[in-house]
């Protein structure tokens, strides 16, 4: 049981350089979603997918792209990293929007802007 | 507007003693699901529990038990007890059927150290 499989665990990038942040579940859930933890900030939502093709913002998008092609797969891209994006990046899924189960997380992408 | 507040950021015990993790919510649906997570040192997050809104009863797992009170809007985590293993951050979370987002509201944690 894979769960959500999320990589780079780690990665170091330069100001104005781009990435994508890889993640992927097996457990065919429809809600995917990527969050940001920074100290003492707790989790902060950046976006998410109700399913396939269809992706929203969360409360702190800006900086960042997603898409949702496969109910598998929900990359995340920093288009032109900055300082401010420094922090580890956790992506999520459940069943569907509407299910009270517990979230599945991937093990993190911890994330460094020079 | 939903919220959970964590007031305590740090925490230090000493092995053997108890703890308390304070946890208070905001919600205005009747319907709502409450978590705690647990991000050990190498960190990822471990889901502990989820309790609904419909169900006060306390419950009790090993050294672990939590108190969910809807009059005070708490949902606190109690470990009896600690060991140097619990040392962790550990998030209390609030999921409720009127998320448009359909997303989980997290606290901003609690740090325990638990010393040997």
């Known amino acids: 049981n894979a769960g959500v499989t999320q990589t780079p665990k780690f990665q170091v990038l330069k100001t104005g350089q781009s990435m994508t942040l890889q993640c992927a579940q097996d457990m065919n859930h429809e809600y995917m979603s990527w969050y940001r933890q920074d100290p003492g900030m707790g989790l902060r939502l950046i976006h998410y997918s109700v399913g396939a093709g269809i992706t929203d913002q969360g409360e702190v998008p800006n900086g960042y792209n997603v898409s949702r092609s496969t109910t598998e797969d929900f990359p995340l891209r920093l288009l032109s990293a900055a300082p401010s994006q420094t922090s580890v990046y956790f992506c999520a899924s459940r069943p569907n929007r509407g299910s009270n189960q517990p979230q599945h997380f991937g093990d993190g992408t911890r994330l460094s802007i020079l | ?116």
């Open chain 2, 1 to 116: 507007a939903q919220k959970v507040t964590q007031a305590q950021t740090e925490i230090s015990v000493v092995e053997k003693e108890d703890v308390t993790l304070d946890c208070v919510y905001e919600t205005r649906d009747t319907t709502y699901y409450l978590f705690w997570y647990k991000q050990p040192p190498s960190g990822e997050l471990v889901f502990l529990i989820r309790r609904n809104s419909f169900d006060e009863q306390n419950e009790i797992s090993g050294r672990y038990s939590w108190n969910f009170q809807k009059s005070t809007s708490s949902f606190n985590f109690t470990i009896t007890a600690s060991q140097v293993v619990d040392s962790a951050v550990y998030f209390c979370a609030l999921f409720d059927r009127g998320s448009t987002l359909g997303r989980l509201y997290f606290g901003r944690g609690t740090q325990l150290t638990v010393w040997p």
